[in-house]
């Protein structure tokens, strides 16, 4: 098979590789469609600290089931379109004993600690199929991005009473945005770029505010009558946006923090206790990757919205070089890796 292999920062070699063996509680697929994720840049730059290469990327994707392992008992078939959760967990440390596996503290993500799918065969685990039906498979390759959304508004409780702040309108936080608006929440999303406000607009957003151009904070308190909103989601990681996320969410309010960054955050003690705030994060998925999955298969073309780019695997470098040099004028970037009939 071939793959395209990270084999050190900002450097993609598509090679020719055998094609993996699966176990018996694995299953051999094809991969039709893989998107770049915001955490395949950090390993591609090297910036993440699990960097390790060589490695094939690629966590979220489509493919085709070639071969399902002697211990599968499950209902796919070999042909069948499916979605992976990428997600290895331990099952014995105590957040995996308490359903919290997306916790794990051994956890593997395909495509991170192990091969993944920018390359046109992977095995997996076959508890990890999720069989993607009728639907195609750029939006099958849509799933785990949106589960990732589908997390946040798990863990921020969020209801059709809500309303929701999201910051930051890359995918995740767009994501976040879909799987608001399906709870009958309203959503004001900010960004700093015009093209990603719009595009919030375009997926349900009630309201945007431009970060940069205009005061973010009015803009907020003037949709909420000057309550603050009920849940507050940072999807930037940057610190000061986190902070204006607390001084915004209204007194009871939640916060879910899905950005990521390894700087720290200034926070005055007094708004804990004076907001009684709720203060969660949110990492991957836990339990919720079927509900993603769901919401795909019924927003369908809808969420094609957030496909910007598509590449086929030979230019996987380019994929990733313009995913990490371009991001104002890229969502999601795609690799076309084999035939999506
Ligand atoms: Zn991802
Ligand atoms: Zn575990």
Same mark, same amino acid.
């Given at each position: 098979?071939?793959?395209?292999?990270?084999?050190?920062?900002?450097?993609?070699?598509?090679?020719?590789?055998?094609?993996?063996?699966?176990?018996?509680?694995?299953?051999?697929?094809?991969?039709?469609?893989?998107?770049?994720?915001?955490?395949?840049?950090?390993?591609?730059?090297?910036?993440?600290?699990?960097?390790?290469?060589?490695?094939?990327?690629?966590?979220?994707?489509?493919?085709?089931?070639?071969?399902?392992?002697?211990?599968?008992?499950?209902?796919?078939?070999?042909?069948?379109?499916?979605?992976?959760?990428?997600?290895?967990?331990?099952?014995?440390?105590?957040?995996?004993?308490?359903?919290?596996?997306?916790?794990?503290?051994?956890?593997?993500?395909?495509?991170?600690?192990?091969? &993944? !799918?920018?390359?046109?065969?992977?095995?997996?685990?076959?508890?990890? /199929?999720?069989? @993607?039906?009728? *639907?195609? %498979? #750029?939006?099958?390759?849509?799933?785990?991005?949106?589960?990732?959304?589908?997390?946040?508004?798990?863990?921020?409780?969020?209801?059709?009473?809500?309303?929701?702040?999201?910051?930051?309108?890359?995918?995740?936080?767009?994501?976040?945005?879909?799987?608001?608006?399906?709870? &009958? !929440?309203?959503?004001?999303?900010?960004?700093?770029?015009?093209?990603? /406000?719009?595009? @919030?607009?375009? *997926?349900? %957003? #009630?309201?945007?505010?431009?970060?940069?151009?205009?005061?973010?904070?009015?803009?907020?308190?003037?949709?909420?009558?000057?309550?603050?909103?009920?849940?507050?989601?940072?999807?930037?990681?940057?610190?000061?946006?986190?902070?204006?996320?607390?001084?915004?969410?209204?007194?009871?309010?939640?916060?879910?923090?899905?950005?990521?960054?390894?700087?720290?955050?200034?926070?005055?003690?007094?708004?804990?206790?004076?907001?009684?705030?709720?203060?969660?994060?949110?990492?991957?998925?836990?339990?919720?990757?079927?509900?993603?999955?769901?919401?795909?298969?019924?927003?369908?073309?809808?969420?094609?919205?957030?496909?910007?780019?598509?590449?086929?695997?030979?230019?996987?470098?380019?994929?990733?070089?313009?995913?990490?040099?371009?991001?104002?004028?890229?969502?999601?970037?795609?690799?076309?890796?084999?035939?999506?009939?």
């Amino acid at each position: 098979m071939r793959a395209a292999v990270t084999v050190a920062p900002r450097r993609i070699e598509v090679k020719e590789l055998p094609d993996p063996t699966p176990a018996p509680d694995e299953a051999l697929l094809r991969v039709e469609v893989a998107g770049i994720c915001g955490s395949d840049l950090h390993m591609f730059d090297g910036t993440n600290p699990y960097a390790n290469f060589p490695l094939t990327q690629g966590h979220e994707f489509s493919a085709r089931v070639v071969a399902l392992g002697s211990a599968y008992q499950g209902a796919v078939k070999p042909g069948d379109r499916v979605t992976v959760e990428p997600l290895i967990y331990c099952g014995e440390c105590f957040p995996c004993r308490h359903g919290r596996p997306n916790c794990c503290v051994r956890l593997k993500v395909l495509g991170v600690h192990t091969d &993944g !799918a920018f390359a046109e065969m992977i095995s997996v685990k076959s508890r990890a /199929l999720f069989p @993607a039906g009728s *639907l195609d %498979a #750029e939006l099958t390759a849509l799933v785990e991005p949106v589960s990732i959304g589908m997390q946040v508004v798990t863990r921020g409780q969020v209801t059709g009473d809500d309303t929701v702040v999201v910051y930051g309108a890359g995918v995740i936080g767009q994501a976040t945005l879909v799987c608001a608006r399906d709870r &009958g !929440a309203r959503v004001l999303v900010v960004d700093k770029l015009p093209s990603r /406000l719009e595009l @919030a607009r375009k *997926l349900g %957003a #009630e309201a945007t505010a431009e970060a940069g151009r205009e005061d973010v904070a009015k803009v907020i308190a003037d949709w909420t009558n000057g309550e603050g909103p009920a849940v507050a989601v940072d999807a930037t990681g940057v610190p000061a946006v986190i902070r204006a996320a607390i001084d915004a969410v209204a007194p009871s309010g939640r916060i879910v923090i899905v950005g990521i960054s390894d700087q720290e955050v200034s926070i005055p003690v007094i708004q804990f206790s004076r907001k009684e705030l709720t203060i969660v994060g949110s990492r991957n998925n836990a339990g919720v990757f079927g509900q993603a999955l769901d919401l795909v298969q019924r927003l369908n073309d809808r969420l094609r919205v957030l496909v910007t780019h598509r590449f086929p695997l030979d230019q996987a470098q380019d994929a990733l070089d313009l995913a990490l040099d371009r991001p104002q004028h890229a969502e999601k970037v795609l690799l076309t890796i084999t035939d999506t009939k």
